[in-house]
């Protein structure tokens, strides 16, 4: 089992910065396809955005320009950094992660469902 803690969400107002981070096992970094996905009340979840053990990176097109995924192997964490913060970005955020997929357009759409481990949430909410 492949346990997955996020942390760093919090309130904030449109235009600010959150920067959300998932702690994960060290091998998971090495092989796994790892992401972000989000739900908001009465919405369905959405796949945020992917990274690959190469650092191939996909985002969501709401997201992109604004979000940047990375991770850090030394310090067994996925990390999720939120710029430009809109309203609509307020959202219960998940990580997840799957050793047998890859960054691509259909893992992201596919997000959560596909994918095998998946965290308890962190919860972002952006006031305008």
């Known amino acids: 089992q492949v346990q997955l803690v996020e942390s760093g969400g919090g309130s904030v107002q449109a235009g600010g910065s959150l920067r959300l981070s998932c702690v994960a096992p060290?091998?998971?970094?090495?092989?796994?396809?790892m992401g972000w996905f989000r739900q908001a009340p009465g919405k369905k979840r959405e796949g945020v955005a992917l990274i690959d053990s190469d650092g191939t990176t996909i985002y969501a097109d709401s997201v992109k320009g604004r979000f940047t995924i990375s991770q850090d192997s030394a310090k067994n964490t996925l990390y999720l950094q939120m710029n430009g913060l809109k309203p609509e970005d307020t959202a219960m955020y998940y990580c997840?992660?799957?050793?047998?997929?890859?960054?691509?357009?259909?893992?992201?759409?596919?997000?959560?469902?596909?994918?095998?481990?998946r965290g308890q949430g962190t919860q972002v909410t952006v006031s305008s």
């Open positions: 060290r091998y998971t970094f090495a092989s796994f396809c």
């Open positions: 997840a992660a799957d050793p047998g997929l890859r960054a691509t357009i259909d893992a992201l759409g596919a997000l959560p469902e596909i994918f095998g481990y």
